[in-house]
Each structure stands twice: as structure tokens, then as C-alpha cells.
């Protein structure tokens, strides 16, 4: 179907994303940061929906609101609330982050002027009803070798995981 | 308002289209609120006969007073928790505690956008259906967790901790049952298979066969080790370890009460009918009516055809021979009007869907929901018979039996689709 009253799903969807990554840093009970987290990723997922690309929404839903943000809540659990609320928060990092983010702000001002010369005038055609089989045609095709070294790096990062959790296996 | 009109007008005329496809916001808004309140009649139906079937499982009545048999128990209920105090915990965090029953809440209805109930009949059809389903599903242990956590409580957040690692690390075992049904979607003459609900329902038929009896026992045992991690998704017993009355109070719900607990309650039913139409749509040919191709002739299509109006007329024998048996007091003589009149209107529909026209269009959502509903009644069943699991046991089961089960399923199911055109078609 055609799509509708694009620009405004578009502003709508940033602005939440903006106000959740803006929340997630400036809270100081860190579930509540977890859930603005939350958020700010469920609107990328929509974002990428606006995009025509459902998969790469639905994996966005699984893989970073399902199944990380509950590990990421198990983690906060442990951790003592009631101290963390009461500390005062800081940032030994401030230059690095100044200089980070002058970077970035200058990539999207250059972008924002030069767009025009970088992007491609027409929109691509959309793929959206075999979204999904052109992604796994390009995947296990194209690109296998990248893929396979992914998932060997997840595999190291399990094997890290667990031989750092246990000493004694 | 002609214009209104013709707008409306433009989607019957459609063919093969479900409304989102189709792009008509009217239709999907009729059917956001078709699916919307046959999902809360159904979970209202649903407490009813949970109630009255655990009751006959254990040689008691069950609810018997409010209205013939019971069978207004569940307004009763409804009414008692829109009256009842709504409390909150002083030491609650209260903005979280509030949001938690809506977040359980949207994941729960919001999957029903992608359900097929007929190859029309769906509210939207997605390239990604499956994928969207489970992803959604999963957003409700997000509600469960904020609830427990929320509460400030000890039961609520262990049963809050328990649910969701339960929920995780079934999920894994699903996804693989899943799987192995998808890549049975592919085996057609272009190799390429499907995650969309409907073309997954369209695949069985296009194969002649429901995935639960390909490749036997593969399909079988797939939908089997769906049938468990869906019990456990849902906090269902025998893995209702969330909610152990005898260890948690009511687990992550403890704290909550009047509507932010029904809300809870209507959701847990929600969830139960979404991953139950899950499995139908993905192993038992969803809106697909039984013996798609050994009985398909036009006699067979027939005779199918007039199931729906006889199980209603069914229901309605029952009412007539149900409200001839009540007692002869007249304090029961409302009830036994009550009763016949509900008959009478049983019928009624019982007899509309005898009509061709009707039955052609309706006989997809009665097969789909036929379906469902025989899962909903495993659920009850499940609960009357299976003692409670303890932790230890569930996780060994989850990770331990039902993963490489999965997995092994998963690879031979790989190997017998690539193998099978080279042995029995060289």
C-alpha cells in the first residue's frame, strides 16, 4: 500500500527516539534508563519499517528490545539502586566525548549541506514484499564469508564469556 | 458521502486482498474492532469454561449461581474488578508500576494485526509475519519484569526473575520449531519460502499437506517441542513457576489489583490464543478445513461447508435440552427464559451461516478458531492434570531435551528437503 503522511511518522518517530536516547543519559535510576533505551529502539524499528525493511525491523525488535534489553534489566537488577541514585554522576571521559561528538556534528552539518552530490537522486526501488529472501539470497551468497566470520566472533565471545565466569572448568 | 460510500464500497469489490494490503483504513478499523472484541468475548468464555472444566476435572460443579450454569460468572467477575480498590505500594516506583499492565497488554493484543483467520481475513498481511509475532510476544516479559520490579516487593520480583528467565530460554527452543516449519514453506517449485502468516497457510496448501504430517515424525516432533515452549511462554501450568501460589503468593502480579490486574489477566488469555494460532497457522493449515486433498471433491467442500451452522444449531440443542432440565422453582424461571432465548439466538446465527454466500465467506474464521479453540482447551487440561515443574527441572527440560531436539529436528529437516528430489524424483 501506498504510504501515509510520511513526514509526519518521520518527525514523530525521531522525536521519540531523540527523547528516549536523551533520557537514557540523564536518568539516574538505570532501569528507568534501560526503558528509555527501550523505546528509543522500538522507534528505530518503525524508522526502519518507514524504510521498507521488515526484516531488519522485526530482527530489531527481537534481538535488541526482546532478548537484550532482558539480560540488560538482569544486570541492573543486581546492582544496588538505592547508591546509585544517591550518586552524584560524572564523566572523566570529557574531552574524548567533546571531540566524539564535534566529529559526529560535523559529519551530519557536511552531510546536511552535500547531500545532494553524495546520495543518489531517485529513490531505489522498493523491495518490500521479498525484503526478506532478497536479504537471505544476499547473505548466504554475496556476503558468506562476512557472515561466517560474525559468527565465529560470537562463538569466541560465548567461549570468553564462559572461561571468564568460570575459572575452574 | 457518496464518495465516503464508494470508498467503503471499493474493498469488497477487492479480490484476494486482505484491508492492509488493500489500504481501505475503513475495513482495517472494522476489523481492529471485530478482532478486538472477539478476542475479550473469547477471554471472558475462556475464565468460564477454565473454571467449569477444572471443576468437572475434579468431580465438583464449578460456578453455578450467576446465571444458568454459571454462564454469567464472568460479568460478575468483570464487574467486581472494575469496583474493586485500585491499590498502589507506597514505596512503588510509581510511574513504572503504572506502565507495566499496558506494556503486557499492547504486546498482547498488538500481534493479532498479523493473524490470519482466512486468506482475507487478516487484518494486514506482513513480509515478516512470523518474525513480527514472536518479536512482539517477547515484548511482554518486558511488562512482566517492570511489574515485578516495580512492586518493590520480594514475590513479585523473584516470580518477576523466574518468568523471565523462563521466558528466554524457551524462546530459544520455539525459535528453532519455527524454523524448521519455515523451511518446509520453501519446498515449492521456486525455492523460495515465506515468513508471511498467510503465505505460510498457503504453502500447506499449495503442498497438500499440514506441516505437523511432513516429513513424519519431523513435523510432528517440531510441533511438539512448539506445543511445550508454548505453555512455558505464556506462564501456563505445569511452567507456571511465575505465579506458584504456594511459593509467590501470585508472583508478579502481587501487588496489583482491581482493572491494572485484569488487565494482566486479559492479557495472559490473549497471549495464550495468540501463540495457540501461532501453531495452528504454522503446522495445522491455519484456516485450511481437515483433509485438504484426500476429500476434495465438490461433495466433500459441501459437507464441510455446512459444519459451521451445525455447531452452532449443536450449541442451540443444548441451550433447548439444558434450559428443559433446569429446575421447576420459580426463582429459576428467569434463568430458564434466559437460557432459551440465548438458544434461540444461537440458532438463529446457526441457521444465517447455512447460507451459501455467508458460509463460503465465514467457514475460514470457524476452521481457524475451531483450531485455536481446541488448544485453549489443552491449556485447561494441561492445568487439571500436570503437576507443577520444579525450576531445576524446567530449565533442564528447556535447554537440556527440547534445544537439541530442536536443532536435531532443525538439521534433518534441512537434509531430508534437499535429499528428497534427488531419492524420489531423479
Given at each position: 500500500m501506498?504510504?501515509?503522511?510520511?513526514?509526519?511518522?518521520?518527525?514523530?518517530?525521531?522525536?521519540?527516539?531523540?527523547?528516549?536516547?536523551?533520557?537514557?543519559?540523564t536518568?539516574?535510576?538505570p532501569?528507568?534508563?534501560?526503558?528509555?533505551?527501550?523505546?528509543?529502539?522500538?522507534?528505530?524499528?518503525?524508522?526502519?519499517?518507514?524504510?521498507?525493511a521488515?526484516?531488519?525491523?522485526?530482527?530489531?525488535?527481537?534481538?535488541?528490545?526482546?532478548?537484550?534489553?532482558?539480560?540488560?534489566?538482569?544486570?541492573?537488577?543486581?546492582?544496588?539502586?538505592?547508591?546509585?541514585?544517591?550518586?552524584?554522576q560524572?564523566?572523566?571521559?570529557?574531552?574524548?566525548?567533546?571531540?566524539?561528538?564535534?566529529?559526529?556534528?560535523?559529519?551530519?552539518?557536511?552531510?546536511?549541506?552535500?547531500?545532494?552530490?553524495?546520495?543518489?537522486?531517485?529513490?531505489?526501488?522498493?523491495?518490500?514484499?521479498?525484503?526478506?529472501?532478497?536479504?537471505a539470497?544476499?547473505l548466504?551468497?554475496?556476503?558468506?564469508f562476512?557472515?561466517?566470520?560474525?559468527s565465529?566472533?560470537?562463538?569466541?565471545?560465548?567461549?570468553?564469556?564462559?572461561?571468564?565466569?568460570?575459572?575452574?572448568? | 458521502?457518496?464518495?465516503?460510500?464508494?470508498?467503503?464500497?471499493?474493498?469488497?469489490h477487492?479480490?484476494?486482498?486482505?484491508?492492509?494490503?488493500?489500504?481501505?483504513?475503513?475495513?482495517?478499523?472494522?476489523?481492529?474492532?471485530?478482532?478486538f472484541?472477539?478476542?475479550?468475548?473469547?477471554?471472558?468464555?475462556?475464565?468460564?469454561?477454565?473454571?467449569?472444566?477444572?471443576?468437572h476435572?475434579?468431580?465438583?460443579?464449578?460456578?453455578?449461581?450467576?446465571?444458568?450454569?454459571?454462564?454469567?460468572?464472568?460479568?460478575?467477575d468483570?464487574?467486581k474488578?472494575l469496583?474493586?480498590?485500585?491499590?498502589?505500594?507506597?514505596?512503588?516506583?510509581?510511574?513504572?508500576?503504572?506502565?507495566?499492565?499496558?506494556?503486557?497488554?499492547?504486546?498482547?493484543?498488538?500481534?493479532?494485526?498479523?493473524?490470519?483467520?482466512?486468506?482475507?481475513?487478516?487484518?494486514?498481511?506482513?513480509?515478516?509475519?512470523?518474525?513480527?509475532?514472536?518479536?512482539?510476544?517477547?515484548?511482554?516479559?518486558?511488562?512482566?519484569?517492570?511489574?515485578?520490579w516495580?512492586s518493590?516487593?520480594?514475590?513479585?520480583?523473584?516470580?518477576?526473575?523466574?518468568?523471565?528467565?523462563q521466558?528466554?530460554?524457551?524462546?530459544?527452543?520455539m525459535?528453532?520449531?519455527?524454523?524448521?516449519?519455515?523451511?518446509?514453506?520453501?519446498?515449492?517449485?521456486?525455492?523460495t519460502?515465506?515468513?508471511?502468516?498467510?503465505?505460510?497457510?498457503?504453502?500447506?496448501?499449495?503442498?497438500?499437506?499440514?506441516?505437523?504430517?511432513?516429513?513424519?515424525?519431523?513435523?510432528?516432533i517440531?510441533?511438539?517441542?512448539?506445543?511445550v515452549?508454548?505453555?512455558?511462554?505464556?506462564?501456563?501450568?505445569?511452567?507456571?513457576?511465575?505465579?506458584?501460589?504456594?511459593?509467590?503468593?501470585?508472583?508478579?502480579?502481587?501487588?496489583?489489583?482491581?482493572?491494572?490486574?485484569?488487565?494482566?489477566?486479559?492479557?495472559?488469555?490473549?497471549a495464550?490464543?495468540?501463540?495457540?494460532?501461532i501453531?495452528?497457522?504454522?503446522?495445522?493449515?491455519?484456516?485450511?478445513?481437515?483433509?485438504?486433498?484426500?476429500?476434495?471433491?465438490?461433495?466433500?467442500d459441501?459437507?464441510?461447508?455446512?459444519?459451521?451452522?451445525?455447531?452452532?444449531?449443536?450449541?442451540?440443542?443444548?441451550?433447548?435440552?439444558?434450559?428443559?432440565?433446569?429446575?421447576?422453582?420459580?426463582?429459576?424461571?428467569?434463568?430458564?427464559?434466559?437460557?432459551?432465548?440465548?438458544?434461540?439466538?444461537?440458532?438463529?446465527?446457526?441457521?444465517?451461516?447455512?447460507?451459501?454466500?455467508?458460509?463460503?465467506?465465514?467457514?475460514?474464521?470457524?476452521?481457524?478458531?475451531?483450531?485455536?479453540a481446541?488448544?485453549?482447551y489443552?491449556?485447561?487440561?494441561y492445568?487439571?492434570?500436570?503437576?507443577?515443574?520444579?525450576?531445576?527441572?524446567?530449565?533442564?527440560?528447556?535447554?537440556?531435551?527440547?534445544?537439541?531436539?530442536?536443532?536435531?529436528?532443525?538439521?534433518?529437516t534441512?537434509?531430508?528437503a534437499?535429499?528428497?528430489?534427488m531419492?524420489?524424483h531423479?
Amino acid at each position: 500500500m501506498a504510504p501515509v503522511a510520511t513526514p509526519f511518522f518521520f518527525y514523530l518517530l525521531s522525536g521519540i527516539m531523540l527523547i528516549g536516547g536523551i533520557l537514557v543519559i540523564t536518568r539516574k535510576n538505570p532501569v528507568h534508563s534501560a526503558l528509555a533505551l527501550i523505546v528509543t529502539l522500538l522507534a528505530q524499528a518503525s524508522i526502519y519499517l518507514m524504510l521498507y525493511a521488515p526484516f531488519v525491523a522485526g530482527v530489531q525488535i527481537i534481538l535488541y528490545a526482546g532478548g537484550i534489553m532482558v539480560l540488560f534489566l538482569f544486570v541492573i537488577m543486581l546492582v544496588s539502586i538505592d547508591r546509585s541514585v544517591r550518586e552524584r554522576q560524572f564523566n572523566s571521559q570529557w574531552v574524548a566525548g567533546i571531540i566524539a561528538a564535534t566529529a559526529l556534528g560535523g559529519l551530519f552539518i557536511a552531510v546536511y549541506t552535500k547531500g545532494r552530490d553524495i546520495f543518489p537522486e531517485h529513490a531505489l526501488p522498493v523491495v518490500e514484499n521479498d525484503n526478506t529472501q532478497k536479504i537471505a539470497t544476499m547473505l548466504y551468497g554475496q556476503y558468506m564469508f562476512a557472515f561466517e566470520i560474525a559468527s565465529l566472533l560470537l562463538l569466541v565471545a560465548i567461549i570468553g564469556a564462559v572461561v571468564m565466569a568460570k575459572k575452574r572448568i | 458521502m457518496g464518495q465516503i460510500v464508494s470508498y467503503i464500497e471499493s474493498y469488497l469489490h477487492t479480490k484476494d486482498l486482505t484491508p492492509g494490503a488493500a489500504g481501505n483504513m475503513f475495513w482495517v478499523l472494522v476489523y481492529i474492532l471485530l478482532i478486538f472484541t472477539g478476542l475479550a468475548i473469547a477471554v471472558m468464555l475462556m475464565t468460564w469454561l477454565e473454571r467449569k472444566v477444572l471443576a468437572h476435572m475434579q468431580v465438583r460443579l464449578g460456578p453455578m449461581r450467576v446465571g444458568p450454569h454459571g454462564l454469567l460468572q464472568p460479568i460478575a467477575d468483570s464487574l467486581k474488578l472494575l469496583l474493586k480498590e485500585d491499590i498502589m505500594p507506597a514505596e512503588a516506583d510509581t510511574f513504572v508500576f503504572w506502565l507495566a499492565p499496558f506494556v503486557v497488554v499492547l504486546a498482547a493484543f498488538t500481534v493479532f494485526v498479523v493473524v490470519p483467520f482466512g486468506p482475507t481475513h487478516a487484518i494486514t498481511d506482513m513480509n515478516i509475519g512470523i518474525l513480527f509475532m514472536l518479536g512482539v510476544s517477547s515484548l511482554s516479559v518486558l511488562g512482566v519484569v517492570m511489574a515485578g520490579w516495580a512492586s518493590n516487593s520480594h514475590y513479585p520480583l523473584i516470580g518477576a526473575l523466574r518468568s523471565s528467565a523462563q521466558m528466554v530460554s524457551y524462546e530459544v527452543a520455539m525459535g528453532l520449531a519455527v524454523v524448521s516449519a519455515i523451511l518446509m514453506t520453501s519446498l515449492n517449485a521456486t525455492g523460495t519460502g515465506t515468513l508471511s502468516m498467510i503465505g505460510i497457510v498457503q504453502a500447506q496448501q499449495a503442498q497438500g499437506e499440514w506441516f505437523i504430517f511432513k516429513f513424519f515424525p519431523l513435523g510432528l516432533i517440531a510441533f511438539f517441542i512448539f506445543g511445550v515452549a508454548m505453555v512455558a511462554e505464556t506462564n501456563r501450568a505445569p511452567f507456571d513457576l511465575a505465579e506458584a501460589e504456594s511459593e509467590l503468593t501470585a508472583g508478579f502480579h502481587t501487588e496489583y489489583s482491581g482493572f491494572r490486574w485484569s488487565l494482566f489477566f486479559l492479557s495472559e488469555y490473549t497471549a495464550m490464543i495468540a501463540v495457540s494460532s501461532i501453531a495452528v497457522t504454522l503446522w495445522l493449515g491455519g484456516w485450511l478445513r481437515p483433509f485438504p486433498n484426500l476429500l476434495h471433491n465438490s461433495t466433500w467442500d459441501l459437507i464441510f461447508s455446512l459444519f459451521p451452522g451445525a455447531t452452532l444449531l449443536f450449541l442451540a440443542a443444548m441451550c433447548f435440552f439444558n434450559a428443559a432440565r433446569m429446575p421447576k422453582h420459580p426463582l429459576f424461571r428467569i434463568q430458564t427464559i434466559g437460557l432459551a432465548v440465548f438458544g434461540v439466538v444461537l440458532g438463529l446465527i446457526g441457521l444465517v451461516l447455512f447460507i451459501p454466500a455467508v458460509s463460503v465467506r465465514v467457514q475460514d474464521i470457524f476452521w481457524f478458531s475451531a483450531k485455536v479453540a481446541g488448544f485453549m482447551y489443552l491449556y485447561i487440561w494441561y492445568r487439571g492434570t500436570f503437576p507443577r515443574y520444579r525450576f531445576d527441572q524446567l530449565m533442564q527440560m528447556g535447554w537440556k531435551i527440547l534445544l537439541p531436539l530442536g536443532l536435531g529436528v532443525l538439521i534433518l529437516t534441512a537434509s531430508v528437503a534437499l535429499l528428497q528430489p534427488m531419492i524420489w524424483h531423479p
